[in-house]
């Protein structure tokens, strides 16, 4: 790897060497598709995001050329091909689902007519559902259920700026944006219509004072939307944040429904 990362750091500083080292980018890509490689990955509990792997998607974008590609009866015009060997790979996509060449998905993972990017990664057991997004380089725990309509970030440039990452376990409602970088703890649960970017105030408001996160929420913590008022030249108005209601209790397990989570807080859905 350490060879691939000059070669990339190279080409990146100066874009006259890109063309001989093309083949260490293609290689990086295909390791990415592989599972070989990650942008982000946890160490001792701590996520590295290893820069230069994006800026290899970010090359591989400058090589590639714009092309046809017909699937059935749908047909693209993109620079990016899809992945493909999907049945080796024991992955299931619903049609018109996608996932880009250069995204990992495990085994057992469930992509309905949603959109994995390049340089994501989704863990075993994850249901993407339909019309839910996976951005560039995003990272998705494993036994995730990212709901209909759920929208995570992607983000590429700065290359050092840390992707978005889903722990675990987590349940995330249907229409919940996360974007920015924020990272969510394992086996929490977004409550529907959530915004977490990484300015939100994330209130953790279920003990007798409040308790605020910027950027990530803590594990097995249960949200919903919230609204909190401040102060403007103009008068007083409601800005959105997030609410920390409780914790998941330890008789729900991963497959719990988002239903069942918000009426142990007696929370209507």
Known sequence: M???RAKI????????????????????IAKLDAGEL????????????????KQAILLYFALRKMETME????????????????????????????????AFVERGCIVMPGYVNIGARVGAGTMVDTWATVGSCAQIGRDVHLSGGVG?????????????????????????????????GSEAVLGAGVVLTSSTAILDV???????????????SVVIPGMRTKKFPAGEFGVPCALIIGQRSASTDRKLSLNQALRDFAVAV
């Open 152 to 184: 995570i970030g992607g983000v590429l440039e700065p290359p050092a700026a840390s992707p978005v990452i889903i722990e675990d376990g987590a349940f995330v409602g249907s229409r919940v944006v996360v974007v920015e970088g924020v990272h969510v």
């Open 71 to 102: 699937v059935g009866p749908f047909e693209f015009h993109d620079k990016i091909p899809l992945k493909k060997n999907l049945a080796a790979a024991g992955v299931r996509v619903v049609p018109p689902g996608v996932v880009r060449y250069g």
């Open 9 to 28: 750091e190279e080409a990146f500083a100066d874009r006259t060497k890109l063309e001989e080292n093309a083949p260490a980018v293609e290689e990086t």
């Open 2 to 4: 350490d060879d691939l």
């Open 206 to 220: 279920s003990g007798p004072t409040v308790v605020e996160h910027r950027g990530s929420i803590p594990p097995r």
């Open 38 to 53: 990650r942008v982000a990955e946890s160490f001792n509990g701590s996520w590295v995001t290893h820069a230069w792997v």
